[in-house]
């Protein structure tokens, strides 16, 4: 009676009373473990279990009690033994079979089909229990098995649709599904019935970006860090959408206030060091990837990052020990980062070897990227002695013409264009530039509009700013 009106330490007591008097039986134990389990006395309630079970006690409630003893004291291994054999007993106990879900859980085993399917028998004999459903609905999406998860989340929410957590659940099933807009109606039905579920605010961001609805997606993140200034996650991810919307600065204040709540997570200090690179900052970003590698320097792309820094620095020793150590690390397509540096230290044949290396290391469907055929351009352009330009840009043409890339070169030539109308850079030698690129061109349609955006701009600089030969280009 004492232990029905939850007044378990006066149910103890007399239980302990009745044990002290002679009433040494199964059933008293058995009560005592119950009452002790319900103060959460895990320890005690096990060897009152045991004391039960000794006397005789086998009947199926003491083997579902002691499992779930065993599983709040961590022992997950014979909490699964006392919920088998209780279901051995009774295999139609649905609390067993949730119970037995919640171990395996705890094991990290992760036996998605156990448990899948021990949910399923709990809804063979309670088809209406929304819970189990969206249980069954986390265990299907943790097994990638996304439409069934849906299904599953769909039936929770037919049965309880006020669940919010259910309701983000089914929100990351669609995400995954790649179907965003249906995505975001579940993380906003989910924020309407708790709005202060930080996640769920984050999640809706991450959704809008990719509907390319940045303010809004700017927006929600801004909201999940109200709700929790010390996301570290969050705080990235809207550095990471400032820093894609070419909000430079802001992103940085986002990726400093990351690193302020953890200065040990090499992610937040090298997305800091591509904030710095991309405002041309290149020592404070140099600083920024090496306290990365400091703290994880099995990371090939900050590897490549940190080379870059330093090519814009011109520190081409540093920057091909760096791209060396991430092709040693990652992707064959870093190669391309190598050839970079050896032909800014004027090795040019060597340089010119690496790049067809590199080309022969890549997927046969990959092109170069357009950037590192501009940095390339870049640094023979730098070079002042014009008599070796025309040399290597015809060996350039050869080896990106041999890879099927001239289009990559030509958007190399076009990126280059700022570096030609420098006030540093004579008329003369950019109209040699011009010059030696059209007359080695000439048979490539791939260069056509290059060519045609070179002169254009050699002839502006000629003319000081005359606009009218801007004008005379062809729409493309």
């Known amino acids: ?81 006392s919920l088998d054999r209780a279901l051995e007993l009774d295999p139609n106990d649905k609390l067993a079979w949730n119970m037995r879900v919640d171990v395996f859980n ?7 089909e156990k448990v899948l399917e021990s949910y399923d028998r709990a809804l063979e004999l309670d088809s209406n229990a929304s ?13 990638a098995r996304y439409e069934e998860a849906l299904e599953s989340y769909d039936r929770a929410l037919e049965l309880d649709d006020n669940d919010w957590l259910t309701w983000v659940s089914r929100g990351d099933v669609l995400n995954n599904l790649n ?3 249906e995505a975001l109606v579940s993380f906003d039905r989910a924020l309407a019935l708790d709005s202060n579920y930080q996640q769920a605010w984050i999640k809706r961001g991450n959704i809008l970006k990719y509907l390319d609805r940045y303010e809004e997606a700017l927006e929600s993140y801004d909201r999940a860090l109200e709700l929790d200034a010390n996301d570290r996650w969050g705080w990235l991810l809207r550095g990471d959408l400032l820093h894609y919307l070419k909000y430079y600065e802001k992103a940085l204040e986002s990726y400093d206030l990351a690193i302020k709540i953890d200065d040990n997570a090499p992610l937040n200090w090298a997305t800091r060091g591509d904030i710095l690179k991309d405002l041309k900052r290149y020592e404070e970003a140099l600083a920024s990837y090496d306290r990365a590698l400091e703290i994880d320097d099995k990371d090939e ?77 870049n640094n023979l352009f730098a070079n002042n002695d014009i008599a070796i ?42 109209r040699t530039w011009l010059e030696l690129w059209q007359e080695l061109t000439s048979n490539y349609e791939q260069f056509q509009i290059p060519r045609r955006l070179l002169n254009a701009a050699v002839r502006y600089k000629e003319t000081k700013g005359d606009r009218r030969v801007l004008l005379e280009l062809p729409i493309e």
């Open 1 to 81: 009676m004492l232990n029905s009106l939850e007044r378990y330490d006066e149910a103890l007591a007399s239980l302990d009373r009745a044990i002290e008097l002679g009433a040494n039986y199964e059933s008293i134990w058995a009560l005592r473990s119950y009452v002790l389990d319900n103060l959460k006395r895990y320890e005690e309630a096990l060897v009152s279990f045991n004391k039960a079970i000794e006397l005789g006690a086998n009947y199926q409630e003491i083997w579902v009690v002691q499992g779930n003893v065993l599983n709040n004291l961590k022992r997950y291994d014979e909490a699964l033994a």
């Open 106 to 112: 705890n094991l990290k085993r992760y036996e998605y």
């Open 131 to 143: 819970l189990t459903w969206a249980k069954r609905g986390d265990t299907l999406k943790d097994l």
């Open 179 to 181: 179907r965003d807009e």
């Open 301 to 377: 792309l900050t590897w490549v990052c940190r080379g870059d820094a330093l090519n814009n620095l011109k520190r081409y020793e540093e920057a091909l020990v760096s791209f060396d150590r991430a092709l040693a690390l990652g992707p064959n397509l870093y190669a391309f980062n190598r050839a970079i540096p050896i032909l800014g230290l004027n090795r040019w044949d060597e340089g010119i070897a690496a790049l067809d290396d590199a080309f022969q290391r890549v997927e046969p469907d990959d092109e170069s990227d357009a950037h590192d055929a501009k940095l390339i351009i």
């Open 389 to 430: 330009w025309k040399p290597r840009i015809a060996s350039l043409i050869t080896v990106y013409n041999k890879h099927k890339n001239l289009s990559v070169l030509g958007q190399g030539i076009v990126r280059n264009i700022p570096a030609l109308m420098s006030g540093m850079v004579s008329d003369k030698a950019a």
